[in-house]
């Protein structure tokens, strides 16, 4: 079995690309990163002193050419995975790519195929298949402990919009934050959903609609093993970040609360009371990214399959195409009409 660290290169060094970072350097001594970059150069530089990574490079190429690097994880904008996957890929890296792919289907065929002709690995960043809540809710229907699932829900909320300048390079609600969800829809059930209708409104701030997106809507998911299931999202809650799924199983129930900064309860004449949950994914889900890369590493060094493949990127991108098209179109619409069907 191997025992020296796997080297990698990180190409982006903004919000995901630092946690990241932090996550191999503080916390994954099996992985040791050899450079950084990003089209901002102060970024890599700041956290590459931060992380104590030995090179700032010039470009994402410099990284791609260094014969020591074996992996890049790809945490720039979404515009760039596509491109960037197909030169890793011809590089011979082994790549984890924070999601989406691309919100073009035909890019990320493109991107899908470079990989297969390289014959290196591919991880999509769902990380949140990675957090102990949602595990656990997989693993009830692994085992079979509550039977076989009927229904299914996710409710999915943030606790605010982001900036407007975002929206508008989003992709959209479906393509930027319900691809989360759809890719949690698939991996609880364990399989294919075949048809999407969505209901959707702007309740939220009539910018977002301006700007030609939604920001609140209830997606019903019909899976092929006939479960039904809803995504419950919003980009505001009031209290907070909100992160819930529930399944409803032929012997029984599985669901999961929110995650707390403490378990303190205060009670008191006139109320009983508790903080409010992590307030956002940078602090919810911070375990799980470090998870994920943890997979991603194992699997690269261990020469396993990663558990989240570029398929995995591929149908979650078709899901949020149907579920705009349902919201546009007033129907439900089957993932048959956006793409070839999966398996
Ligand atoms: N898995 C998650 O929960 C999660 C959370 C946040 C972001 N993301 C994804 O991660 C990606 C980055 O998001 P972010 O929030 O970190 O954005 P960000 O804007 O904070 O950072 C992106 C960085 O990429 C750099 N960059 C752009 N083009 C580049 C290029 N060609 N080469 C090198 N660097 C380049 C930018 O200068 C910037 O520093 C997005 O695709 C986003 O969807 C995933």
Redesign the pocket.
Known sequence: MRTNPLNVGI???????KVHAEGLAFRLPEARILAI????RE?AQAVATRCGIPTVAES?QQILANPEIEAVLI????D??AGLIVQAARAGKHIFC???ISHSLGEIHRALEAVERAGIKLQI?F?RRFDANFARVRQAVVSGEIGTPRLMHIISRDPAPPPLAYIRSSGGIFL?MTI?DFDMARFLIGDEVEEIYTSGGVMVDPEIGAAGDLDTALIVLRFKNGVIGTIDNSRQAAYGYDQRVEILGSRGSIGTQNCYPNQAVVSTATEVRRDLPLNF?MDR?TESFVSEVRAFVTAVREDGPTPVAGIDGLVAVVMAIAARQSYEQHRPVRLDEIAAPVR
């Not at 190409?11 to 690309?17: D, E, P, T």
């Not at 970059?37 to 901002?40: F, I, L, M, Q, T």
């Not at 945490?75 to 979404?78: D, L």
């Open positions: 190409i982006g060094a903004g919000r995901i690309g970059a990003d089209v901002n970024a994402s945490c720039s904008s979404t760039t995975h924070e999601k989406p960043g990380n930027d989360h994914f889900y």
